[in-house]
């Protein structure tokens, strides 16, 4: 979640609020009860929104462990690619050599 997302979900749940708060009194719901009402649905929005963030960093689904997931999955795949030039550039002798020094230290 990008930081302007997060700004954009804050405004809503404000939104909601304040909403909530107006528009009470239209359905004969007094100010004190309104606003009550105002808090409690805050309230539970806020309670959902840590629960979700609690529950992706125990799974590990948070955003940087996304990304820091694909950038070393990008940076294997390169280094891989590179080593396995250099590799293929070696003459047969080489090959053997290199493949038997690293058999000999595990």
């Not at 404000?14 to 528009?23: A, I």
């Not at 529950?55 to 590990?60: I, L, M, Q």
């Amino acid at each position: 979640m990008t930081k302007g997302k997060v700004v954009q979900i804050g405004l809503l749940i404000s939104l909601l609020g304040l909403l909530s708060y107006k528009l009470a009194p239209e359905y004969g719901i007094d100010k004190f009860p309104a606003s009550t009402i105002s808090n409690l649905i805050l309230i539970v929005i806020v309670i959902i929104w840590v629960s979700s963030y609690i529950f992706r960093v125990v799974n590990g689904k948070m955003t940087f462990m996304e990304q820091r997931k694909r950038y070393r999955k990008e940076y294997e795949k390169i280094v891989n690619d590179k080593l396995e030039i250099k590799f293929n550039s070696l003459s047969k002798e080489e090959q053997e050599k290199l493949m038997e020094d690293l058999g000999n230290n595990p």
